[in-house]
Every structure is written in structure tokens, then in C-alpha cells.
């Protein structure tokens, strides 16, 4: 029986709702277009305020994984606050993904750029570039920031939405810019031949991970993390380079670009992924550490729990961690 990825073997049956979520989207796109930032900040703050006591539940998760970053229980306040801010960032993050279709040069000309020296010597090595990142400040603005300074074809591994049409108005919005949408559970082959022809590929690596997930530490804790980079890396010896987009105090956006890490090898196979993805993995955390204010903290990263803990411990899917796919993988880095 052939294997079929877990995102695609169920599929989520249409609802009735969903082309008026499109409608509204197309309708916020028209909006976000129009008004400037300024005033979508002050717009999307008192939404924010507004929504504040019907997030009880979003509250909790908040304070749950501040529980775990800070070593003890946090107070009411410093939740409701992150809540907030974190609330506010992502809406601001969702109304420049959709504004750049129109306003792209202008939008990404005002990205400053610290550490560019990091990412154009792993580029010049000439096996691509593995990015990792977070939903973290203004992540969707990164793809499309080294297109228009004209040093890769990124490359973008993302998860469907829910919502199929609103899922195909994403991937249109990305494709616009020149940023391609790739599946989680595409051939690892195709991949590796794209890091060959000197193409980008990113990663947000600080979601929970269902199927094929590693276990390192994140904020001292086990949590299930795509192994993809490190399987990519090892494959391809194609160096990683952790990349953030972030927003200052005066509002405006800077990038920062960190050294690239080449694979570590170690005595296995089984070691090397968790050692890697460690090493991925910490530094999403201190970019968290950094800017905290503009993680994802109301995601409940923690779900998937190791075996050890009586969890499912990220268990196999239909990915391309598979020996097949790792073995054709292999064939195609040896091709070049």
C-alpha cells in the first residue's frame, strides 16, 4: 500500500465558510493596500485591546510557555502584555505579507541589513543556502528581501491552511513576489537539486512537530522540531544560516543575518540530526530571548512529547526522512 504524506490522507472536507474567509481576506487586501502602516498599527493595537478578554485560553498557553522560558510562573500582567504585543506583531506581520504585491520596493527598500557578510559566504560556497527562522517579528518579509536584493531564488517550506482557498490566495500572494511555496512532505531529491542550482530553501523551525521530529531542548525543554534542516544540510552540505526579520522601537524593520553553521558530524546517523537540530534550535532560542515580544508564544510548541514521556515521540510519517527518499537524495547531491 503506497504511503501517503498525513497532510494528504485526510483532507479536510469544505465548509461553508470558507470562500466568505476568502472574500473577507481579498477585502483586507484591499484595505491593508490603501491605508498606511501608521494608522493599521494604531487599527490592529485597539483590535487587539478589544479581543483581549475573549483569549482566555490563547492567555493560558501564553503563560504556560513563559512558565518554561523563565524558570517560574509569570505574573497576570507580563502575560496579558505579551499576549498583546505578540498579537500585535502578527497582525502587523499578516498586513505586510499582504501589502507587498503593490508595495513591495518600497516596504522592503526600508529593511536595514546587519551581518550580511554571513549569508553571502555561505551563498558563495556554491551548494545553496539552508535559512532557518521563526514565526518571529516580520518573518514573511525575508524570502522576499534577499529576491529583491538579487542574492537567491528563496524557496519557502510552509504548511497548508486549513482553509484550502485561503491556503491558494497565500501561496498566490508569496508567488507574486517571486517566493515559491514549498510542501513539507515534497521529495527530498527536489529539494536537494534546487540547494545545487544555488536556490535558497527556509525553514521556521520553531513549530510543533507531528512526524518525523527530533527532540531538543528549547528553553530547557524537549520539544518535537522538523529535522529537515539537518537532514538537508547532511545530504547537500549546504551551510545553515539563521535569519531574522525584526521590528525596532521606532517601528521600523531590520534584518539580522547570523554566521552560518556547516553539519557536525557524530557516531551516528540518529545523533547527528539531534545534535544538529540543537544547534538550529538554539539559535531560534536566543533570537527568542532577544525579541520576545515578537515570538509566536500562543502556539503550544510543547504539544508533541517524547516517548519518554509517554508521548507518540513525533511519530514517522510520510516525509522525506525516509530511506528511500534520503537514498534518492543522495544520488542527486552526488550528481550535483
Known sequence: MKNTPPETSRRRAPHPLDNVTV?????????????????????????VHLSMPFLGRRRAVVRDNLALALGHTPSERRVRWLTRRSLLNLALTSAELLRLPVLQRRMLRKIRVHGLEHFQAAAAKGRGVLVITGHLGSFE?????????????????????????ANKLLVAVRASTGVKTIHPFESARKIVRRLRAGEGIGFA????????????????????????????????????????????????????VWPAMEFERCASRKEELLHNTARFTRALERAVRTWPEQWFWFHKRFRTRPRTEGGSGGRRGADYFNSRNRRRARIAAAKG
Open 205 to 256: 523551525i520553531d513549530q510543533n512537530q507531528r512526524y518525523g521530529a527530533v527532540f531538543p531542548h528549547f528553553f530547557g525543554k524537549p520539544a518535537a522540531t522538523t529535522a529537515a534542516p539537518a537532514v538537508l544540510s547532511r545530504i547537500s552540505r549546504a551551510p545553515v544560516v539563521p535569519i531574522f526579520v525584526v521590528r525596532g522601537r521606532d517601528g521600523r524593520l531590520s534584518c539580522h
Open 141 to 165: 518579509l525575508l524570502a522576499p528581501l534577499f529576491l529583491a536584493r538579487g542574492y537567491v531564488t528563496p524557496q519557502l517550506v510552509g504548511r497548508k491552511l486549513r482553509n484550502p482557498a
Open 23 to 47: 472574500v473577507l481576506l481579498r477585502l483586507a487586501i484591499v484595505f491593508f493596500w490603501l491605508m498606511p502602516m501608521p494608522f493599521l498599527r494604531s487599527f490592529f493595537d485597539c483590535l
